[in-house]
């Protein structure tokens, strides 16, 4: 995300009268899962056309982006395969400290997941064109994936692969068996191994040290509430174990001591189950509250978010990523919805998305994009909706091929760290690699599901369509997270959205007791390039403080 601007303005002053008064002046394969991109030329412009391209994936005529997102992900895989030692390869920001990005010791959990899928995309793109170099290849991506999944022998060794990752990883063996490719890529010794490790095991229970990566005995099942870590995990795991039965591996199982219908189930829908629990009891408006695992009072709870709107998303598409359509009900659908309705008063013509709380950026924008695409899917938007959809999640693509990803860097790659950029301690530099992965991935299967919706290689709506649309929407939306008259959860938590003619202001009202002393979670309004905050960063925006006795107080929570 961006650092704040050094001055802020008399319109950023008058912002926070517009919430109370007036505005200060508006700004200016099977049937189930997505095929990978597929080799045909495409019209420019349109969401295809940025993410795959001409029919060798360059940039169409037309379409004003550097890059195309499979010829990033190409370089990448030309990055890794060109350097004579892979867990040596250096990205280098331009800041002079280059990263070693597949060092054991990056520490970036997720990174052989993220690897394995990323680059399936351009395995499975050179075999559907015969492609002369698909042989080499081929053998550069068994040699990472089999170093990267070898036993370690002691020390640092941090190729884990834990939860994203293992969800990452079975995403790409899933892709690969919709093209016949699974056993030509991976040997029966390494999907040995593979249906071993790939598991959710160490999102649950724990050991001396806190934690297991281990599954229980066979026939022992896990604790449904063992999980170690933010209950928007479930959904990770959920995804894993749909992905492993579609695989036809088999999962462990689980218990509740609470509720023993959840030991009827298999693992996928003992998952999808609790989850649904997780959002339907945390908060009385559909919205998940992602510091309800940590805290024991309500007072202590509220922290709504990004995730708390995008998490009703992710469910949706790992359910019909996995064939798990029969379980998608009316109540999952209705909470998807709500998330949607949060959502279109935001919409704006440069395709940016949420600018408060925590993992924005281009995070923030890719949310707007999932939850879009869930609902298009999932069949709660009307055909103007989807129509306005599929036109912000362009703009939403071309915003990132012009601003998050910078071709000038010593290695391009997306920018989230250098040039006045920031971000929070989780997605740091030694990141950098699996972040370019995992944020092109979700283009590109958010682009495959728009080309089965019929929009493939679809120009977008009109620039004046659009923005008639954007024009009509309402002037003040208040959002509730959680009804005031829900006497479970007594203290009330929403979001505020002024649309001042071409600006969208935010006003979200949690109190994030994890997070509150951070920026992005202030009670301010925020508003992009107007009020920004910078994710782990303190500093007030627009807030008094109180020096007394050595020390600063902020009235925040």
């Given amino acids: 995300m961006r650092s704040p601007r050094k001055s802020i303005g ?5 912002t926070l009268t517009l919430l109370l008064m007036s505005a200060c ?7 189930n899962q997505p095929p990978a991109p597929t080799p045909t030329p495409t019209a420019a412009p349109s969401l295809h056309a940025i993410v795959y391209g001409a029919s060798d994936t360059s940039v169409p005529r037309g379409t004003d982006v550097p890059i195309t997102m499979m010829g990033q992900m190409r370089a990448l895989f030309d990055l890794i395969r ?33 690897l394995a899928l990323g680059l399936s995309y351009i395995l499975i793109d050179m075999k559907a064109k015969g492609d002369p170099k698909y042989a080499d290849y081929l053998a550069t991506y068994q040699k990472i994936t089999t170093a990267m999944m070898a036993q370690p022998s002691g020390g640092n060794y941090t190729y884990a692969n834990t939860s994203w990752g293992e969800y990452y990883y079975l995403v790409a063996l899933n892709n690969f068996k919709a093209h016949g490719m699974l056993n030509e890529v991976f040997s029966d010794t390494m999907l040995a191994t ?3 490790r790939l598991t959710f095991c160490d999102m649950f229970g724990a050991d001396s040290s806190g934690k297991t990566n281990t599954c229980p005995a066979a026939g022992v099942p896990i604790d449904v509430a063992s999980l170690n870590t933010a209950q928007n995990y479930y959904a990770v795991s959920y995804g894993i174990a749909g992905l492993r039965q579609k695989l036809g591996w088999s999962n462990p199982t689980f218990s509740s001591a609470t509720d023993p219908a959840v030991a009827t189930m298999n693992a996928r829908d003992a998952l999808l189950y609790t989850l649904t629990n997780h959002i339907r009891n945390d908060s009385s408006g559909g919205f998940s509250d992602e510091a309800s695992n940590t805290h ?13 709107t995008l998490l009703i998303g992710e469910v949706v598409e790992r359910t019909l990523e996995m064939g798990n359509e029969a379980n998608l009900t009316p109540e999952l659908k209705g909470y998807l919805r709500k998330s949607v309705d949060l959502i279109l008063p935001q919409l704006n013509a440069d395709g940016e998305g949420f600018n408060y709380g925590r993992s924005i950026g281009p995070y923030g924008d890719s949310a707007f994009m999932e939850v879009l695409t869930a609902a298009a899917n999932a069949g709660v ?12 999640i362009y703009k939403a693509a071309r915003r990132y091929e012009t601003f998050w990803y910078d071709p000038t860097l010593p290695t391009p790659s997306v920018n989230m760290w250098v040039k006045g950029r920031g971000t929070d301690t989780y997605r740091g530099k030694p990141r950098v690699m699996g972040e370019n992965f995992s944020l092109l991935h979700q283009y590109m299967y958010v682009d495959a599901w728009w080309s089965k919706l019929g929009f493939g290689g679809k120009a977008p709506m009109a620039d004046s369509d659009y923005q008639a649309w954007l024009d009509a929407r309402p002037r003040y939306t208040l959002t509730w997270y959680n ?5 479970a959860h007594p203290y009330s938590a929403a979001l505020l959205t002024v649309r001042d003619g071409n600006r969208v202001i935010n006003l979200n009202l949690s109190q994030a007791p994890d997070y509150n002393s ?39 929570t």
């Fill in 10 to 14: 008399r319109c950023a002053v008058s």
């Fill in 194 to 196: 593979l249906q071993n």
């Fill in 296 to 308: 024991t009072t309500y007072y202590d709870k509220a922290r709504f978010d990004r995730y708390s």
């Fill in 381 to 392: 938007l009307t055909p103007q909706e989807m129509q306005i959809a599929y036109t912000f």
């Fill in 518 to 556: 951070f920026t992005p979670y202030y009670p301010v309004p925020f508003s992009d390039k107007l009020i920004y905050g910078t994710t782990d960063l303190g500093y007030a925006l627009l807030i008094p403080q109180v020096s007394y006795n050595g020390k600063t107080y902020i009235p925040v």
């Fill in 82 to 114: 060109k350097s004579p030692d892979f867990t040596q390869v250096v990205m280098d920001l331009g800041d002079g400290t280059p990263v070693h990005v597949l060092d054991t010791n990056t520490g970036d959990k997720f990174l052989p997941g993220k």
């Fill in 483 to 487: 009804q005031p008259t829900d006497t």
């Fill in 25 to 31: 002046g508006s700004g200016t394969d099977d049937a």
